[in-house]
């Protein structure tokens, strides 16, 4: 039987995802993981689960944390409460009394907010200055395309999936295996390319606040 190419990349992508490894008795699964570092001081971090129930338990970024983002809550959030809109800064249970800014804002998930480029609702103090230390790694898009035999769409009919890039890997294993999208790997994110596929005006959807 020979593999076509996109077989092959559907293998490599279930090896390398966080939520899978290969063993010789087959495949065991465990939950995809991220690490949320609370303390630049001793490296302390809370372990965020993408299918647990929420942010878990309520706590603060402290000040000798030598954090950016020290005084800050994080914690809380409800899976339930996760679903936005398509307005930027829509997706939180709390912390959201300004709604013209995401700055000083909480992080209900562990997550920070998405950059948008132009300091976009002063986006910019969660910006690529800090892809080194953001929950997740730097932000990433992928592409997520399927084929006309499956669904009824047109050949260039393409929707993109955006954020931290360890929660796009295992999102992108369920889109490939449950929902026909053509594997892809993720790219980083640049809002402020000219030629960006991506533009704020396009959102359909945001989660995570």
């Not at 039987?1 to 065991?28: C, D, F, Y």
């Not at 570092?37 to 309520?58: E, L, P, S």
Request: charged share 15%.
């Amino acid at each position: 039987m020979r593999l076509s190419w996109a077989g092959l990349i559907i293998i490599q992508l279930l090896a390398s995802a966080p939520g899978l490894v290969a063993t010789r008795e087959g495949t065991v699964f465990i939950k995809p993981q991220v690490r949320l570092t609370t303390t630049f001081a001793n490296f302390d971090a809370r372990i965020m689960d993408h299918w647990g129930n929420g942010g878990g338990k309520w706590a603060t970024l402290s000040y000798g944390s030598a954090h950016p983002f020290w005084n800050r809550t994080f914690g809380g959030g409800k899976r339930y409460e996760v679903r936005g809109t398509r307005a930027f800064g829509s997706g939180y249970p709390y912390g959201a009394g300004n709604q013209s800014t995401i700055a000083r804002r909480p992080f209900p998930f562990g997550v920070w907010p998405l950059y948008w480029d132009q300091n976009f609702m002063e986006a910019d103090e969660y910006g690529p200055q800090y892809d080194t230390i953001r929950p997740g790694g730097f932000i990433a898009s992928v592409p997520l395309r399927t084929t006309t035999e499956h669904f009824n769409v047109t050949d260039n009919e393409v929707y993109y999936a955006v954020g931290d890039r360890e929660s796009l890997l295992p999102l992108l294993v369920s889109y490939v295996t449950w929902c026909h999208v053509t594997p892809a790997w993720p790219s980083r994110f640049n809002a402020s390319a000219t030629d960006a596929p991506i533009k704020l005006e396009n959102v359909i959807q945001y989660f995570r606040a």
